[in-house]
């Protein structure tokens, strides 16, 4: 699978682009943005995927920004992994426009690592969703976020100039 998000992409490319967004559990308004669909076409790609017997997981949250997502140095944590990983999968293309493609696989590496974690069953601190990966990228691209480097640990973090907590490296606290 190859995911472009390009002005010159064709109605199926981008149809079969919004299917895959939809599958990994994107909600609509994002994949309205990446794929430039109308609301009436990602109705139907919906359709589409409940007539092939898929069963869409729950939309759990909306659109959040850095503010809401980062309020604390755990999240603060989680945004750095997740980020890092989206980087280094992505490229510093990553930094000018969003990759569905490198996101997804970064989500789900960021997923499987919060999942192996034993301390999880405590539900002391729920894992950012698809959506929330999305936003943060778009933090990241729109210059309103960026991955720094700590002079300290040498561990690279996520920073958001929206962040509702210390802009200090969250691995050193
Ligand atoms: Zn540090």
Redesign the pocket.
């Known amino acids: 699978m190859n995911i472009k998000n390009t002005g010159s992409s064709s109605y199926l490319e981008r149809f079969i682009m919004a299917r895959e967004m939809a599958i990994s559990g994107y909600i609509s308004k994002i994949i309205t943005i990446e794929t430039k669909l109308t609301y009436k076409q990602i109705r139907r790609v919906y359709r589409y995927l409940k007539e092939d017997g898929y069963i869409l997981k729950k939309k759990s949250r909306a659109y959040r920004s850095g503010a809401t997502l980062i309020r604390n140095y755990i999240s603060k944590i989680h945004a750095s992994l997740l980020m890092q990983l989206y980087y280094n999968i992505g490229g510093k293309k990553v930094l000018v426009s969003i990759n569905i493609e490198a996101l997804t696989k970064a989500f789900t590496l960021y997923y499987n690592i919060y999942s192996e974690i034993p301390e999880v069953d405590n539900k002391k601190w729920l894992p950012f969703d698809i959506t929330d990966a999305w936003c943060l990228a778009d933090e990241l691209r729109s210059n309103n976020a960026m991955i720094e480097n700590?002079?300290?640990?040498?561990?690279s973090?996520f920073t958001s100039i929206n962040q509702s907590t210390s802009v200090?490296?969250?691995?050193?606290k």
């Open positions: 700590c002079n300290i640990c040498n561990c973090y200090d490296c969250p691995f050193c």
